[in-house]
């Protein structure tokens, strides 16, 4: 167990739509990460938040977003969602920034999204 | 930008063998850091082993260990005494040391642990 809380496992819906993925990260981590991991893609890096604050945005599209709220509870929004947004979103969460000397990265379990 | 390469997309070995997994990277940077993670069919993402771009010495975890290679921009995963539980996909991955920490991962390298 990561510590790293990801809901919902899985999310079904149709194109069009709008949804909302749910990151809290583990206890005392600051810093948030969202990845993407699609068949054609592989992994990749959308954006990350510390403390509340947007730090590094990665292949994000403009229809996604992503807030940290106090709490440093983390959400990303999806809208006009298309089949090809179909994909494994993971959120990761580690203590700061820099450094790493002992703060790796920890992944949650992800959110399998599945547009029909 | 840096990226991430994985040569073998797919491999197998029999239980208790020696597997090597293969990775380059390219970037400008001088101070860095690797990563080998491990995705099982449960999806997670498990950080395998880590390396400092400035440590000289080959990181090792148990039976995970790596062959870093900094001017070769080489980072290759040895697995010894491999087991079934070893069987997974398996990410190289990259993050310089600077104002973004993202993590960039290679395309991985599927390893099948046969019994």
């Known amino acids: 167990d990561s510590g790293v809380t990801q809901t919902p496992k899985h999310l079904i819906t149709a194109t069009g739509q709008r949804v909302t993925l749910r990151c809290s990260p583990r206890?005392?981590?600051?810093?948030v990460y969202w990845y993407q991991q699609s068949l054609d893609q592989g992994l990749q890096f959308l954006i990350q938040?510390?403390?509340?604050?947007?730090?590094a945005k990665g292949n994000i599209l403009e229809r996604f977003s992503a807030q940290q709220f106090p709490d440093l509870h983390s959400e990303l929004n999806l809208s006009s969602l298309e089949l090809g947004d179909s994909a494994l979103y993971f959120c990761?969460?580690?203590?700061?920034?820099?450094?790493?000397?002992?703060?790796?990265?920890?992944f949650g379990d992800g959110t399998r999204l599945s547009i029909l | 930008a840096q990226t991430v390469t994985q040569s073998q997309p797919e491999m197998s070995v029999q239980e208790a063998e020696t597997v090597t997994l293969s990775c380059t990277y390219d970037?400008?940077?001088?101070?860095?850091?690797l990563f080998w993670y491990k995705q099982p069919p449960s999806r997670q993402m498990i950080l395998v082993i880590r390396?400092?771009?400035?440590?000289?010495q080959n990181a090792t975890e148990n039976r995970f260990s790596v062959n870093f290679q900094k001017a070769a921009k080489s980072f290759s995963l040895k697995i010894s005494d491999s087991q079934l539980g070893d069987t997974a996909m398996y990410f190289c991955?990259?993050?310089?040391?600077?104002?973004?920490?993202?993590?960039?991962f290679g395309k991985g390298t599927r390893l099948h642990i046969l019994p």
């Open positions: 390396q400092e771009a400035y440590k000289q």
């Open positions: 991955a990259f993050m310089k040391v600077n104002r973004d920490d993202k993590i960039i």
């Open positions: 970037t400008s940077e001088n101070n860095y850091y």
């Open positions: 990761a969460s580690s203590v700061g920034v820099g450094d790493l000397s002992n703060q790796p990265q920890h």
């Open positions: 938040y510390y403390n509340g604050e947007e730090r």
């Open positions: 206890s005392g981590d600051l810093s």
